[in-house]
């Protein structure tokens, strides 16, 4: 059965930092493409990043280049994002996702709550 | 990479269906055959529910249909049953291994 589960989600100041991250067990992690998606409050889903299976291929929604690096290990079988310079707008469930192929998420985890407020 | 625009709510009565469009641009729906349709129950997460346009997941029942034309997708759920009631989010392949999402849509059944 495939498992994905993030943790690393809180509450932190304005400016701060976090690192999410997203176990995965039940699938072959290393041959899999892995997405990060946030959800605000009462919003819609947003695409953020992506990464390949090998982790040289990485991609990222305009919005959030150069505050926030995917990247992944596969001997932990994990995948990570690292979020720098935390903005109000960032508050949101983070879910991490495997892509079967192209966006096609088909196995999603429990998501982790980020909170950014003074 | 504007989100893909869906309208905020429908719905139905028990038996019937209801059919939610996705409208984006040649750039992503336009583009490729590559839409899928996530559910998702309050406090949970999304579901896959359809994939390729119109191809459906194992053990998702076929009163999940997709389709689409041009720049807009939609998708119909027939014979509406209480536990439809959830929100729904279609996704595009756009282009250069990024996705986008729409603006999710609240399916209420009467």
């Known amino acids: 059965e495939v498992q994905l589960v993030e943790s690393g989600g809180g509450l932190v100041q304005p400016g701060g930092s976090l690192r999410l991250s997203c176990a995965a067990s039940g699938f072959n992690f290393n041959k899999s493409w892995m997405t990060w998606v946030r959800q605000a409050p009462g919003k819609g889903l947003d695409w953020v990043a992506n990464i390949n299976d090998n982790g040289k291929q990485k991609y990222y929604v305009d919005s959030v280049k150069g505050r926030f690096t995917i990247s992944r290990d596969n001997v932990r079988n994990s995948v990570y994002l690292q979020i720098n310079t935390l903005r109000a707008e960032d508050t949101a469930v983070y879910y991490c996702a495997r892509d079967s192929a192209y966006n096609r998420l088909d196995s999603w985890g429990q998501g982790t709550l980020v909170t950014v407020s003074s | 990479q504007s989100a893909l625009t869906q309208p905020p709510s429908a719905s139905g009565s028990p038996g019937q269906s209801v059919t939610i469009s996705c409208t984006g641009t040649s750039s992503d729906i336009g583009a490729y055959d590559y839409v899928s349709w996530y559910q998702q129950h309050p406090g949970k997460a999304p579901k896959l529910i359809i994939y390729?346009?119109?191809k459906r997941p194992s053990g998702v029942p076929d009163r999940f249909s997709g389709s689409k034309s041009g720049n807009t997708a939609s998708l119909t759920v027939s014979g509406l049953q209480s536990d439809d009631a959830a929100d729904y989010h279609c996704?595009?392949?756009?282009?250069?291994?990024?996705?986008?999402f729409g603006t999710g849509t609240k399916v209420t059944v009467l």
């Open positions: 996704a595009s392949y756009a282009g250069s291994n990024r996705g986008v």
């Open positions: 390729e346009v119109n």
